[in-house]
């Protein structure tokens, strides 16, 4: 989870419950010594608002130690299921999977940051601890091929308050870090309709996103094929990969328009 910068309006109770979250998260599970020392807080904060998320239902404890309940799992399906691309797009990237037998994904923009919010297992897919981790985490819109996919058709404004906002970290040498440089990927990726992935979030793996835009034209999110470079290149990475994820993107467009009728 991501917590927003503190401001004069938020709650401290709150906010320490969230920061508690977190650390839980990240932890996977502690004691009540170990989240005192983590977050720096007294024994009594901690064990105050332990005592609340067990009542509450969202945190659960054996013996000595707490951990993140599955009432956690529960919100997120909820979340997910009212998500109208996750359900107009997800039987096409089975679909997408089978035909490719790699790996696609539909991800979308929350906070400035890239929500992963589902992923379909092909056939010859690799890197399955990567995917997996991946669901688990949120990631920066600048070197993946959704969340370039995204960032290239946001409104200009919201564009450049990301670009701005973002320390555009390097994940490999391949990473984009330089805004200008960015920018005119961004503005290619609007031309072409799709976005690359070359190496830039992790080394030996390509990917090809585009983005699912309402009949508007606001972008809701994006999809990908990701593989890895000994059978993503030449050709396939150039051409196929791409005509193959921008015609299932219009697939998912066109259902989506139609439902909304």
Known sequence: MNADKPSSRTLSTVSTTFRIIDALERLDEATAVELMSDLDLSKSAVYNHLTTLKQHGYIVQEEDRYSLSLEFLRLGEFVR???????????????????????????TEEHGRLIHIWKVKGEHAVGQRFQKNKMQETDRLHYTATGKAILAHLPETRREEIIQQSDLVRKTE???????????????????????????????LRAVGAPIRDKSGRVLGAISISGPTSRIKGDEFRKHVPEAITRTANIIEVDLNMDSR
């Open 81 to 107: 299921n009212k998500n109208r691309v996750y359900v107009t797009a997800r039987p096409r990237l089975v679909e997408l999977a089978e035909n490719t037998g790699e790996y696609t994904h539909l991800s």
């Open 174 to 204: 391949n990473t984009i870090t330089a805004p200008d440089a960015l920018r005119e990927e961004l503005e290619t990726i609007r031309s072409e309709g799709y976005a690359y992935n070359n190496e830039e979030q992790i080394e030996g």
